[in-house]
């Protein structure tokens, strides 16, 4: 009977981690290739209002951005504290809009150029003065659907 | 000298130094979703011969420099701009070819005709704060939203929801080709009993 003894202390074999790094590692590469970095530093200070009725924005790629608001911090002793137009990486003016979106819009796939849309990211603080030139601008191109970007919340905490 | 072999290298701090990059890249990562109020500029050209609206089908919002607004030359919380929009819209005041039958209204007949002929012109100050134009262009696509839904399960009955999440499932990318085929008639008819007709005017000058 001596052949079917049982093994001493039954114990159970530990766990083998080997695999514990592969797997980790697949979730890095997934989070790696889902991480999206923010292509624009903020050098505006940008508080969104908040509305309730809002819509999804497009895909990223058909979207085209224009920040505006009082200039950060660091860059007041700069460019002073009146709001300010932000175009990818620059401080510009109303007038350097059109170009923008043009430039923007040819370096866009050809399908995708008739549908582009422009999200306004503008500082709840700003006066409606600047959004309005740049909506002139946006027309002079014809860039005509537009998008108020928002923060979801109640509409009241825009009137304190 | 002996042949030595390498001694092997410890690889068990290999799963440290992954769940490290880990941490790093998840803590970065932004899945950002957008959102905000959707708006249509009017195009350039001028209109050579602008067509005539009656002065009872346009209702008129004036936000001044002090972020006070005006609603038909009345002056109106924006708390109840939206209740006030929705009772223009929905007035159904035509008589005739004109007439709304949908129209739940009071039918005054210094109010609209109908909603398709319905306008809200929405006009702004150099000064205003845009954070109160927002709430403003919030509270009127409210009005159009309020009673857009209300068509919707007027005429969806069993389909158990309102405009609004129908339209958002029809732009969601994840809903399914034939459920967006049959979506996209139900929200154009809706649409076409309230077409959205919100008119941006060029602001005033401060003096």
Request: net charge neutral; glycine share 4%; with cysteine.
């Given at each position: 009977?001596?052949?079917?003894?049982?093994?001493?202390?039954?114990?159970?074999?530990?766990?083998?981690?080997?695999?514990?790094?592969?797997?980790?590692?697949?979730?890095?590469?997934?989070?790696?290739?889902?991480?999206?970095?923010?292509?624009?530093?903020?050098?505006?200070?940008?508080?969104?209002?908040?509305?309730?009725?809002?819509?999804?924005?497009?895909?990223?790629?058909?979207?085209?951005?224009?920040?505006?608001?009082?200039?950060?911090?660091?860059?007041?002793?700069?460019?002073?504290?009146?709001?300010?137009?932000?175009?990818?990486?620059?401080?510009?003016?109303?007038?350097?809009?059109?170009?923008?979106?043009?430039?923007?819009?040819?370096?866009?796939?050809?399908?995708?150029?008739?549908?582009l849309t422009t999200?306004?990211?503008?500082?709840?603080?700003?006066?409606?003065?600047?959004?309005?030139?740049?909506?002139?601008?946006?027309?002079?191109?014809?860039a005509l659907k537009i998008?108020?970007?928002?923060?979801?919340?109640?509409?009241?905490?825009?009137?304190? | 000298?002996?042949?030595?072999?390498?001694?092997?290298?410890?690889?068990?701090?290999?799963?440290?130094?992954?769940?490290?990059?880990?941490?790093?890249?998840?803590?970065?990562?932004?899945?950002?979703?957008?959102?905000?109020?959707n708006?249509k500029?009017?195009?350039?050209?001028?209109?050579?011969?602008?067509?005539?609206?009656?002065?009872?089908?346009?209702?008129?919002?004036?936000?001044?420099?002090?972020?006070?607004?005006?609603?038909?030359?009345?002056?109106?919380?924006?708390?109840?701009?939206?209740?006030?929009?929705?009772?223009?819209?929905?007035?159904?005041?035509?008589?005739?070819?004109?007439?709304?039958?949908?129209?739940?209204?009071?039918?005054?007949?210094?109010?609209?005709?109908?909603?398709?002929?319905?306008?809200?012109?929405?006009?702004?100050?150099?000064?205003?704060?845009?954070?109160?134009?927002?709430?403003?262009?919030?509270?009127?696509?409210?009005?159009?939203?309020?009673?857009?839904?209300?068509?919707?399960?007027?005429?969806?009955?069993?389909?158990?929801?309102?405009?609004?999440?129908?339209?958002?499932?029809?732009?969601?990318?994840?809903?399914?080709?034939?459920?967006?085929?049959?979506?996209?008639?139900?929200?154009?008819?809706?649409?076409?009993?309230?077409?959205?007709?919100?008119?941006?005017?060029?602001?005033?000058?401060?003096?």
């Amino acid at each position: 009977m001596s052949k079917f003894k049982k093994k001493k202390g039954g114990e159970l074999p530990a766990i083998s981690t080997a695999s514990l790094p592969d797997i980790v590692f697949m979730l890095l590469f997934f989070f790696m290739v889902a991480t999206v970095m923010r292509d624009s530093t903020l050098m505006v200070a940008n508080t969104l209002p908040a509305a309730d009725q809002v819509q999804k924005l497009d895909k990223k790629d058909r979207v085209m951005y224009i920040y505006a608001g009082k200039p950060s911090d660091r860059y007041q002793d700069k460019f002073g504290t009146q709001p300010k137009i932000q175009l990818n990486d620059k401080f510009a003016t109303v007038a350097d809009v059109g170009a923008f979106i043009l430039a923007e819009r040819a370096s866009k796939r050809q399908e995708l150029q008739n549908v582009l849309t422009t999200a306004l990211k503008v500082d709840g603080e700003t006066n409606m003065g600047l959004i309005t030139d740049i909506k002139q601008e946006l027309r002079k191109v014809n860039a005509l659907k537009i998008n108020y970007t928002t923060r979801n919340g109640d509409y009241m905490q825009n009137l304190k | 000298m002996a042949k030595r072999s390498a001694p092997e290298v410890n690889a068990g701090s290999m799963a440290d130094i992954a769940f490290l990059l880990l941490i790093f890249f998840l803590v970065t990562t932004t899945i950002e979703t957008d959102s905000g109020l959707n708006r249509k500029l009017p195009p350039m050209e001028d209109v050579v011969d602008p067509p005539i609206i009656k002065e009872r089908n346009i209702f008129t919002v004036v936000v001044n420099k002090n972020n006070d607004l005006l609603v038909e030359e009345k002056p109106l919380e924006i708390s109840e701009l939206r209740e006030a929009a929705v009772a223009f819209l929905d007035n159904g005041g035509g008589k005739g070819e004109d007439a709304c039958d949908y129209c739940q209204g009071a039918r005054d007949t210094d109010s609209s005709d109908n909603p398709d002929k319905a306008v809200i012109s929405l006009k702004n100050d150099r000064e205003t704060d845009y954070k109160v134009y927002i709430a403003v262009q919030n509270e009127l696509v409210a009005a159009y939203n309020v009673l857009r839904n209300r068509e919707f399960a007027r005429l969806n009955p069993n389909l158990g929801l309102s405009f609004v999440e129908a339209d958002r499932r029809y732009s969601d990318p994840r809903t399914s080709t034939s459920e967006k085929e049959a979506l996209k008639p139900k929200l154009a008819e809706v649409k076409l009993l309230f077409p959205q007709k919100l008119s941006e005017a060029e602001p005033s000058k401060t003096n």
